[in-house]
């Protein structure tokens, strides 16, 4: 879902949009691969603005460093404005990051750093670098896991 929340219009689309996503890993020691593509269409709001066709894609390439709990790769989120002109359409970022699970009391949390250039962007606003950090808290065993309704 998307919801105009911005509190300055330059900032926001001021559109409302849904669609569809989805989720695939695989996860078999040392590795962790994965793709998490969604996509948005607008369907309400401000008559004055652009219509919102994008899709966004985000991949994860991560590998565990022997003998430790870091884990080196990348996690890029490739955009694809669909309404955008020829230049402006493809934004992806290629990069470098590490992340590692800590407990702070009895709550184990994920941090991440990574930095990205971007290898594709927008002619008209796109960034040419992207640094980012995450902290997340990490759910060991979601309850769906523990007690499944179909199977045994």
């Known amino acids: 879902w998307l919801f105009p929340t911005a509190t300055v219009d330059e900032l926001g689309s001021e559109k409302y949009g849904v669609g569809p996503a989805s989720v695939a890993f695989w996860i078999k020691e040392p590795w962790i691969l994965g793709?998490?593509?969604?996509?948005?269409?607008?369907?309400?709001?401000?008559?004055?603005?652009?219509?919102?066709?994008?899709?966004?894609?985000?991949?994860?390439?991560?590998?565990?460093?022997?003998?430790?709990?870091?884990?080196?790769?990348?996690?890029?989120?490739?955009?694809?404005?669909?309404?955008?002109?020829?230049?402006?359409?493809?934004?992806?970022?290629?990069?470098?990051?590490a992340t590692k699970v800590y407990k702070f009391g009895k709550i184990p949390v994920r941090l991440l750093f990574e930095a990205q250039y971007y290898v594709a962007r927008p002619d008209d606003y796109g960034p040419r670098w992207n640094f980012r950090v995450l902290i997340a808290p990490v759910i060991p065993k979601p309850a769906a896991l523990r007690n499944p309704i179909f199977g045994r």
């Open 35 to 97: 793709i998490f593509p969604q996509h948005i269409w607008s369907y309400a709001g401000d008559d004055d603005r652009d219509e919102i066709s994008l899709t966004n894609t985000q991949l994860f390439l991560l590998r565990t460093i022997p003998g430790t709990q870091w884990k080196l790769g990348m996690t890029p989120n490739i955009l694809v404005d669909w309404k955008a002109d020829g230049g402006n359409k493809y934004s992806v970022p290629l990069g470098l990051g």
